[in-house]
């Protein structure tokens, strides 16, 4: 059993990585057909359930490219304060992807929504000190009282909440341009006591019953002695079953690994040459040249994970099957390799953009 767990430590790496792979691979898919019905949705003018696609996409694979066509949806919907924020988060991801250009029209677009911002002031003077204040079912707390909160046109409600007292719901409407407004929530009123239960009458105890007369069952017969055991010779213990399995199973990870990434690989080349082709020059790019580049980053991601996938499946299999003929040995040689065994290890490198397997000791 010990000299199976490293490959068994290894079969379980393998496997893990290759459900992130297959997760990675079915979202990255599915966020990008969210998006496209997304903007097609948006162009059509329906843009409540534009949004709801770009939300789902954003959740499934954030990109920048994502966000800024989310942000713009907003916009349109006249959602001032949700775009405005929106176009800021934008930004900061391009920034840390790199995006330069992406960063500074999400900036740009931003800066442009910011003079038309309505706020909201929340006011509380007198508050249980146990009190919760939501605003439209978002939970704020007393520190951000006094400030102005930039919120989107339309109605809006505040709800307090504190034990021993009734909840407390005050309404207000925001204009669509630079409406400024203050909301004081005024005194809660202490809940009503509930009142006290009526108790019953009491009731006269039932007479006693007379008491059962007990009657005594005969005991019944002891059971038969069992027969006694028949001894049998002692039964040299197995060896593990589907031992030799294993690093075939582990061998045909690898394979699958290295075929998913280097089709991987084959989509993130196409992908870069398309968005090359839609954008010769950084100043021309088009939004749509930019999500492919965004995309052929995530093929390529995919792909560098899967060819390591792949060594470090093929690399376990090969050590695996070498030293698997220890077990055909005789006993005495059989002894010694398992003891030369123990003193190795196989260990695998993953970080940053390295994945392979390292084998040390002696065999």
């Not at 069992?226 to 593990?240: D, L, N, V, Y």
């Not at 930019?290 to 980053?297: G, K, P, V």
Request: charged letters at 20%; one cysteine or more.
């Amino acid at each position: 059993m010990k000299s199976l767990r490293t490959p068994t430590i290894a079969l379980a790496l393998a496997i893990t990585l290759t459900e992130g792979i297959a997760f990675a691979q079915v979202a990255a898919a599915a966020a990008e057909a969210l998006f496209k019905e997304g903007k097609a949705l948006m162009d059509r003018g329906e843009y409540p359930a534009a949004c709801a696609k770009f939300a789902e996409s954003e959740r499934l694979d954030a990109s920048s490219g994502t966000m800024l066509n989310f942000a713009r949806c907003y916009a349109l919907q006249g959602k001032t304060a949700s775009a405005w924020a929106k176009y800021l988060e934008a930004g900061r991801i391009a920034r840390e992807q790199g995006r330069a250009a992406r960063a500074a029209e999400a900036k740009k677009k931003a800066a442009e929504i910011e003079p038309d911002l309505s706020y909201l002031t929340i006011v509380a003077a007198q508050l249980p000190s146990d009190a919760t204040v939501e605003l439209d079912n978002v939970r704020f707390e007393p520190s951000s009282f006094g400030t102005k909160l930039p919120v989107d046109p339309g109605p809006h409600f505040v709800v307090v909440r504190a034990s021993g007292y009734d909840d407390k719901r005050v309404d207000v409407m925001i204009g669509p341009k630079k409406d400024t407004q203050t909301l004081t929530i005024p005194p809660l009123t202490a809940s009503r006591a509930p009142f006290p239960p009526v108790a019953p009458e009491p009731q006269a105890a039932p007479a006693p019953s007379p008491a059962p007369v007990a009657t005594v069952a005969p005991a019944p017969p002891p059971p038969p002695a069992p027969p006694p055991p028949i001894a049998t010779e002692p039964q040299p213990p197995r060896e593990a079953e589907g031992s030799s399995a294993l690093p075939w199973v582990i061998g045909g990870v690898g394979l699958a690994s290295l075929g998913v990434g280097a089709t991987f690989g084959l989509l993130a080349l196409s992908s870069y040459k398309d968005a090359e082709a839609a954008c010769p020059t950084h100043s021309t790019c088009t939004e749509d040249a930019m999500n492919l580049r965004s995309t052929a980053q995530t093929q390529g991601w995919v792909a560098n994970v899967g060819v390591g996938l792949g060594i470090v499946g093929i690399g376990v299999a090969t050590v695996m099957l070498i030293t698997s003929g220890s077990s055909e040995r005789p006993p005495g040689q059989a002894t010694q390799r398992r003891l030369q065994l123990r003193r190795t290890a196989l260990e695998p490198l993953v970080g940053g953009d390295v994945y392979g397997l390292s084998f040390r000791g002696d065999l």
